[in-house]
């Protein structure tokens, strides 16, 4: 059992940068691939990106590619996410979840086992 909770959200101007981070309890976090998805009311939850336990792999989303940086610090049992030159259409509640199969890069979020509470994120025109 993992459980999980994001911080760091918050309003920005676009153009502007956030790092959102989610903290795991229990000693098995090294073993979970790890995602970051967001959503908007009134649409299905969107991948963003993904990492494998070790950190090795790692895939985005093309709407994010190039801008956002998934890492993990496996000593601390965090996840990060770090936004930059973000935009408007960012603008969500950002998730992150955990699949106990440690090597898998899943982008669909019924794959993931759990879930924290989410943290928005509102980027301002």
């Known amino acids: 059992q993992v459980q999980l909770v994001e911080s760091g959200g918050g309003l920005v101007q676009a153009g502007g940068s956030l790092r959102l981070s989610c903290a795991a309890s229990?000693?098995?976090?090294?073993?979970?691939?790890m995602g970051w998805f967001r959503q908007v009311p009134g649409k299905e939850r969107e991948f963003v990106a993904a990492?494998?336990?070790?950190?090795?792999?790692?895939k985005y989303a093309d709407s994010v590619k190039g801008r956002f940086t998934i890492s993990r610090d496996n000593a601390k049992n965090t996840v990060a996410l770090q936004m930059n030159s973000l935009k408007p259409e960012d603008t969500a509640v950002y998730y992150c979840a955990a699949d106990r199969r440690s090597t898998s890069i899943m982008e669909m979020w019924e794959e993931y086992d759990y879930w924290g509470q989410g943290t928005q994120v509102t980027v301002s025109s």
């Open positions: 990492i494998t336990w070790d950190g090795g792999r790692t």
């Open positions: 229990g000693r098995t976090f090294s073993s979970y691939a």
